[in-house]
């Protein structure tokens, strides 16, 4: 509106979804880089996608190899153990990404649908907030939501969009 004036946010605590994807070195860098200029609470939430475990119980379900197309058997444990094996190998990339500064940081894993493990992420009472959902492109336009607004299907969008959202109390 006319006359109006942007009122400046404090941004008190980033959640930054990760899920079995690759993550770059960059990108957690940069994620910690933007903690430390805002001064900001980490909270890195690896999401183990309860729709993939589901999908790897199915029966003809199946998993080729790349690059070189042999076709194992598909395995709930192994996959279970892939992806713990993944959470750690993030922590630790997450944790030497935020070695050089004063952040203060945790990690966790949830199993749950990734909108279900943001917004109960988000429902900790950590607003104004930063949400970074898995694949998130950190240098995009940010939208603007206020926690009120922010239910599941819009979540849901802003995920699949890969949207990063400051949420607002």
């Given at each position: 509106m006319a006359g109006e004036r942007a009122e400046e946010v404090k941004i008190r605590r980033i959640v930054a979804g990760f899920d079995a994807g690759a993550c770059r070195r960059e990108t957690l860098q940069a994620i910690a880089a933007l903690a430390a200029e805002t001064q900001a609470e980490l909270l890195g939430l690896f999401i183990e996608d309860t729709a993939l475990l589901e999908l790897a119980r199915l029966p003809f379900a199946d998993e080729v190899g790349y690059p070189s197309a042999v076709r194992p058997t598909l395995d709930v444990a192994t996959l279970?153990?892939?992806?713990?094996?993944?959470?750690?190998?993030?922590?630790?990339?997450l944790a030497l990404a935020l070695e050089s500064t004063t952040v203060a940081w945790s990690f966790r894993v949830a199993r749950e649908a990734p909108s279900q493990a943001l917004a109960a992420a988000?429902?900790?009472?950590?607003?104004?907030?930063?949400?970074?959902p898995p694949r998130g492109k950190l240098h995009s336009k940010r939208e603007v939501v206020h926690l009120r607004h922010l239910d599941d299907a819009l979540l849901r969008e802003l995920i699949a969009a890969a949207s990063t959202v400051l949420v607002l109390p």
């Open positions: 279970e153990r892939a992806l713990r094996a993944r959470a750690e190998a993030l922590r630790s990339a988000l429902a900790e009472g950590h607003a104004p907030a930063l949400l970074i």
